[in-house]
């Protein structure tokens, strides 16, 4: 059975109230102690000066739930294929 990408962009990604569903379920039943956007987001290793681009953004989460740590001279640039994602 193949995927049909329109299907997720037109039902399951329209916007971010699925993503955000599954990301409070797993924010009130995660056994991690660290959140996972924090956990990512330091194990990625940024230059002092960044031009960063991330393709898939979402709703932006791991920015969003990282913002007290992005350095001001960084350049970021989020994108998604989801228009309903990138405009939350």
């Given at each position: 059975m193949r995927t049909?990408?329109?299907?997720?962009?037109?039902q399951q990604?329209?916007?971010s109230s699925r993503l955000d569903t599954r990301?409070?379920?797993?924010?009130?039943?995660?056994?991690?102690?660290?959140?996972?956007?924090?956990?990512?987001?330091?194990?990625?290793?940024?230059?002092?000066?960044?031009n960063i681009i991330e393709f898939g953004c979402g709703s932006g989460?791991?920015?969003?739930?990282?913002?007290?740590k992005i350095r001001e001279n960084w350049c970021i640039t989020l994108t998604d294929f989801s228009k309903g994602?990138?405009?939350?």
């Open positions: 049909n990408p329109n299907q997720f962009l037109n990604y329209v916007n990301i409070r379920l797993h924010k009130i039943y995660s056994t991690n102690r660290i959140d996972w956007h924090e956990w990512v987001f330091d194990n990625i290793q940024f230059a002092d000066e960044s989460y791991l920015w969003t739930e990282n913002l007290m994602m990138v405009s939350q």
